[in-house]
């Protein structure tokens, strides 16, 4: 499930005329950004020579781009980071180490895959997909075990959970 490069934003628009470019933080906030001295775009390294929040977005001075001309073209493109050395809280995973993740109830039988994670205000929300469909809370209530190094995640399901119409 690891990949070397995490996707974490996107470039949304320029700032200013020293080419500037405006990133939307897909991270729990835009902070995040600001730790890394290379982002990627498309595979390709760009340095960054500074970097600041701005509301909730990132703007930072990549090296070589000098010009508003030079930063309209970046625009739309994702934004990546290396996972070398990058430390996370303990009990938290990148959403992109959860996608594809086997679901295991509590007796252990697999019920499907994680699909899509959403962003929601209380609590993000795992979609499964398997013989039926699932949206389960991430909340301790219900997610007892998340292992990404064996690739599963261990949940309680109650009813409502289920989407039968599959």
Known sequence: ??????????????????????????????????????????GKPY????????????????????????????????????????KLPEGTVFIADLIGCRVLDDGGTEIGKIKDVLTMPSSDVYVIQGKKSYMIPAVKEFVREINVAQGYVQVHLIEGMANDEN
């Open 47 to 86: 340095e960054v020579e500074a970097s600041r929040v701005h509301k909730t977005c990132v703007l930072a001075k990549l090296k070589g781009i000098d010009t508003p001309e030079k930063a309209t073209l970046l625009r739309g493109q994702t934004v990546s980071v290396d996972r070398e050395g990058l």
């Open 1 to 42: 499930m690891d990949k070397q490069l995490l996707e974490t934003g996107e470039i949304v628009s320029t700032h200013g005329i020293q080419g500037e470019v405006k990133i939307l933080p897909w991270a729990d906030g835009p902070d995040f950004l600001l730790q890394f001295d290379t982002i990627y775009l498309n």
